[in-house]
């Protein structure tokens, strides 16, 4: 049974940082194409960063390039995004997801198969 387990969020002041973490079980991780998505209430989900399986490529939306960083450690299955100077605009729920060896079409939510529970991220101006 795949599992994954978002945690980190929280309530930060809006310029502070949060590291959201994403531990994956019953899965080869290293095998996977993991993400983060964000979905605010009234909006759609969407993709905030993407590391490929290889770790050779990262995809960021624009709205957070120059302040959050996707990262992976395989040998503890663990999935981070650092998250700098927040904006009231990053406030969501954050979902991290997998793929396997997927490398194309990353955008998209339709590719990833599994999804966490969500964390939420709240940032007060």
């Known amino acids: 049974q795949v599992q994954l387990a978002e945690s980190g969020g929280g309530l930060v002041q809006a310029g502070g940082s949060l590291r959201l973490s994403c531990v994956a079980s019953g899965l080869t991780f290293s095998q996977y194409t993991m993400a983060w998505f964000r979905q605010a209430p009234g909006k759609e989900r969407e993709r905030v960063a993407v590391m490929t399986w290889t770790g050779s490529t990262t995809y960021y939306a624009d709205s957070v390039k120059g302040r959050f960083t996707i990262s992976r450690d395989n040998a503890k299955s663990t999935l981070y995004l650092q998250m700098n100077n927040v904006k009231p605009e990053d406030t969501a729920v954050y979902y991290c997801?997998?793929?396997?060896?997927?490398?194309?079409?990353?955008?998209?939510?339709?590719?990833?198969?599994?999804w966490g529970q969500g964390t939420q991220v709240t940032a007060s101006s």
């Open positions: 997801a997998a793929s396997y060896r997927q490398t194309y079409g990353l955008a998209s939510r339709d590719v990833y198969r599994y």
